[in-house]
């Protein structure tokens, strides 16, 4: 089965003897056609974030469209489906990094990272946003000169990056640890295992919890069951493939882990009130 387009770090970079797990460019460096900026639906195999200090158009991120404007950050994590279209007049950063990078084995980091890219587009008072663009700016020049001990300097200006970010969102905190520690493993679960773990039960045994004990987090993070986390994930992957690539319905039922097309048909309906080729057409 053919899979979505994946675009990797390279793609986001001119020079070629870089490392290639980070990358900041000024969107003055951006291609343009014409007057817009246009990308069809595709993946990263990176975190993505675009800093608009002046810009507009849209920008949408798992099928949920965002307008773009004055003073906003893009936060993509690898493997969510993305498309825009941007108008030439912006000003901003475009930054990109693989998640080794940011934290070889740091866990903190890993929370503070998860916390931040939690939310997907951030729209920020003039006043904030400055204080962000001077942060990246440095992680520009250090990217540029490449100092002795410039990749941590760039690692130490993300991690401020993310603490204002999630300070923009305060509500974030209000998690305690042992929850979002769970609830992180819970979702990368269900990205790595949705083909085959389609209840609640699974994985709630690999994780070591009861089943009670997993639906009592997410709906304490989420305000969801694990069962309805685990169906909108599937959606959502279905509808990744519906609208990014040409595959008939049966390849996306049996990519899904569904042997029974008509009994995944019923399932989507049943979650989008559309059978998958009328949404595909709609």
């Given at each position: 089965?053919k899979y979505i387009p994946v675009r990797d770090i390279n793609a986001t970079q001119k020079a070629t003897d870089f490392q290639e797990d980070f990358s900041i460019r000024s969107t003055y460096e951006l291609p343009t056609t014409g007057?817009?900026?246009?990308?069809?639906?595709?993946?990263?195999?990176?975190?993505?974030?675009?800093?608009?200090?002046?810009?507009?158009?849209?920008?949408?991120?798992?099928?949920?469209?965002?307008?773009?404007?004055?003073?906003?950050?893009?936060?993509?994590?690898?493997?969510?489906?993305?498309?825009?279209?941007?108008?030439?007049?912006?000003?901003?950063?475009?930054?990109?990094?693989?998640?080794?990078?940011?934290?070889?084995?740091?866990?903190?980091?890993?929370?503070?990272?998860?916390?931040?890219?939690?939310?997907?587009?951030?729209?920020?008072?003039?006043?904030?946003?400055?204080?962000?663009?001077?942060?990246?700016?440095?992680?520009?020049?250090?990217?540029?000169?490449?100092?002795?001990?410039?990749?941590?300097?760039?690692?130490?200006?993300?991690?401020?990056?993310?603490?204002?970010?999630?300070?923009?969102?305060?509500?974030?905190?209000?998690?305690?640890?042992?929850?979002?520690?769970?609830?992180?493993?819970?979702?990368?679960?269900?990205?790595?295992?949705?083909?085959?773990?389609?209840?609640?039960?699974?994985?709630?045994?690999?994780?070591?919890?009861?089943?009670?004990?997993?639906?009592?987090?997410?709906?304490?993070?989420?305000?969801?069951?694990?069962?309805?986390?685990?169906?909108?994930?599937?959606?959502?992957?279905?509808?990744?493939?519906?609208?990014?690539?040409?595959?008939?319905?049966?390849?996306?039922?049996?990519?899904?882990?569904?042997?029974?097309?008509?009994?995944?048909?019923?399932?989507?309906?049943?979650?989008?009130?559309?059978?998958?080729?009328?949404?595909?057409?709609?």
């Open positions: 089965m007057k817009t900026l246009s990308q069809p639906l595709h993946r990263h195999d990176f975190f993505y974030m675009l800093a608009l200090n002046k810009g507009s158009g849209t920008h949408e991120i798992d099928f949920v469209p965002y307008e773009v404007c004055d003073h906003s950050i893009v936060f993509m994590r690898p493997g969510q489906v993305h498309q825009h279209q941007l108008k030439a007049d912006r000003t901003g950063y475009l930054i990109a990094f693989k998640p080794d990078f940011y934290y070889p084995t740091d866990s903190t980091l890993y929370q503070l990272l998860r916390k931040a890219s939690s939310v997907h587009f951030y729209q920020l008072a003039p006043q904030r946003f400055d204080k962000l663009q001077t942060t990246m700016a440095s992680m520009l020049h250090e990217y540029i000169h490449k100092q002795v001990g410039y990749r941590e300097v760039i690692k130490a200006h993300l991690s401020i990056l993310f603490t204002e970010l999630i300070r923009q969102n305060a509500q974030t905190l209000d998690v305690p640890l042992y929850q979002q520690e769970k609830l992180d493993e819970f979702l990368l679960l269900v990205e790595t295992h949705f083909a085959t773990h389609k209840s609640p039960a699974q994985y709630a045994q690999l994780m070591h919890l009861s089943t009670y004990q997993l639906n009592a987090i997410t709906k304490a993070t989420l305000g969801k069951t694990c069962s309805k986390v685990i169906s909108e994930y599937i959606i959502l992957e279905a509808k990744r493939y519906l609208l990014a690539t040409t595959h008939q319905v049966n390849q996306i039922a049996y990519h899904l882990g569904y042997d029974d097309v008509s009994y995944f048909i019923r399932f989507f309906r049943k979650h989008t009130g559309h059978s998958p080729k009328a949404f595909r057409h709609k």
